[in-house]
C-alpha cells in the first residue's frame, strides 16, 4: 500500500500539471477570441466609415435634387402668375 503522504504528493502533482495544462489551453483561446474580436472591430470601422460616406453622399445628392426642386417651383410660380 501506499503512504498516504506519498499519495498525497502525486495528486499534487497531477493536479499542478493538469492545471498547467488548462491554463495552456485557456490562453490561447482567449488569444484566438482577441483576434476574432480584432477582426471583428476592424470590420465594424469599416463598415461604419462606408455609412458614414454614404450618407454624405445621399446628403449631397439631396442637396442637388432639393435645388432643383426649388428652381422648378420658382418657375412654376413665375409661369403661374404670368397667366
Given at each position: ?45 469599416h463598415l461604419a466609415q ?7 453622399g445621399n446628403q449631397y ?19 403661374e402668375q404670368d397667366r
Amino acid at each position: 500500500m501506499i503512504e498516504p503522504e506519498n499519495q498525497t504528493l502525486r495528486v499534487l502533482i497531477e493536479f499542478r500539471n493538469e492545471f498547467r495544462q488548462f491554463k495552456a489551453e485557456t490562453e490561447q483561446r482567449f488569444t484566438r477570441i482577441d483576434e476574432r474580436l480584432a477582426h471583428i472591430e476592424e470590420r465594424l470601422d469599416h463598415l461604419a466609415q462606408s455609412f458614414s460616406g454614404m450618407v454624405m453622399g445621399n446628403q449631397y445628392l439631396l442637396g442637388g435634387i432639393q435645388g432643383r426642386f426649388e428652381n422648378t417651383e420658382r418657375r412654376l410660380t413665375i409661369l403661374e402668375q404670368d397667366r
